[in-house]
């Protein structure tokens, strides 16, 4: 069982930066592929950016590439988003997500689809002012 926990959302100019992170309980969390997705109102939850379990590799949907940087410390178990250049469209519930690391899900998009998740934040708010 993996619970987390987000923090560092707020309100930001447009144009601004913010990060966030995800705090992970347990001992195993190196063997977890994390994820960011996010959620407008009205809108469906998105995928943000992904990260696997050690760390090696990263995978972002096309609107924030350039702008966010998903990185994480095992060693503290947290899980980071740095978010660059913030767009009025970046206002959302921003979500860390966890599952299972498998070598073999390398370069699929099993870290981009939220139904491979399994354990889930309960979401901090960013909202960015235009």
């Known amino acids: 069982q993996v619970q987390l926990v987000e923090s560092g959302g707020g309100l930001v100019q447009a144009g601004g930066s913010r990060g966030l992170s995800c705090a992970a309980s347990?001992?195993?969390?190196?063997?977890?592929?994390m994820g960011w997705f996010r959620q407008a109102p009205g809108k469906e939850r998105d995928f943000v950016g992904a990260i696997s379990g050690i760390g090696t590799s990263t995978y972002y949907t096309d609107s924030v590439k350039g702008r966010f940087t998903i990185s994480r410390d095992n060693a503290k178990n947290t899980l980071y988003l740095q978010m660059n250049s913030l767009k009025p469209e970046d206002t959302a519930v921003y979500y860390c997500?966890?599952?299972?690391?498998?070598?073999?899900?390398?370069?699929?998009?099993?870290?981009?689809?939220?139904?491979?998740?399994?354990?889930w934040g309960q979401g901090t708010q960013v909202t960015v002012s235009s």
């Open positions: 347990g001992r195993t969390f190196s063997t977890y592929a």
């Open positions: 997500a966890a599952f299972r690391d498998r070598t073999y899900y390398r370069g699929t998009n099993y870290y981009t689809t939220s139904t491979s998740y399994d354990y």
